[in-house]
């Protein structure tokens, strides 16, 4: 309850603009309540992080062994996509609140990240010969900012749109290759 309180008020207001008085009052209880559950309210934004990426990088470790590479990278695709649809408030919170960790907590997190993103990385190489190591890296970064508009979707698009949504931009933009891009323009001209 008072994470759930807590990633609604974060991505609301922002994490330096709320209190613990103000997460023990929404969750209804008292400020020092809260401190029965969480050291500080650093120790609250460390845990919806941690969470949230826990969960991404155990949804990639179980996508990278679906198959092909093709075949993991839509399901990689799927995880982050679902994941933000079903999250999306706490999508933000991580996106934007997550350099208000600690420095120890960031370094671990950031740890976590590239593990994450090297899975897709390596999936994206074998799928896409025409990009190199740094290339593909660059285009896994793009893609997961792109899996992380999720926390600014339209509150009126239903999890399942706003699933579609996400995977089919991040597909469109892993798999398609400059001259399928290039083919596309002219065909739209």
């Not at 990639?60 to 839509?74: I, K, S, Y």
Request: aromatic share 4%; charged share 20%.
């Amino acid at each position: 309850m008072l994470l759930e309180v807590a990633t609604e008020l974060f991505s609301r207001q922002g994490f330096h603009a709320v209190g613990i008085d103000d997460i023990g009052a929404a969750a209804g209880v008292t400020g020092p309540a809260v401190y029965r559950h969480f050291q500080n309210k650093d120790a609250i934004l460390r845990d919806l992080c941690t969470s949230a990426m826990t969960e991404l990088l155990t949804g990639a470790r179980r996508a990278a062994g679906t198959g092909g590479p093709e075949d993991v990278l839509h399901a990689l695709i799927e995880v982050h996509a679902g994941f933000g649809s079903r999250h999306r408030r706490l999508v933000a919170v991580y996106v934007r609140e997550h350099r208000a960790l600690s420095p120890m907590a960031l370094r671990a997190l950031r740890r976590r990240q590239r593990d994450y993103e090297s899975i897709w990385t390596d999936a994206l190489v074998q799928v896409r010969s025409d990009l190199g190591a740094t290339q593909a890296r660059g285009v896994v970064t793009a893609v997961l900012s792109l899996l992380n508009a999720a926390a600014h979707m339209p509150a009126q698009l239903d999890d399942a749109t706003v699933q579609g949504l996400l995977s089919s931009g991040a597909a469109a933009v892993l798999l398609t290759r400059p001259a399928d891009a290039a083919a596309l323009g002219s065909a739209a001209g």
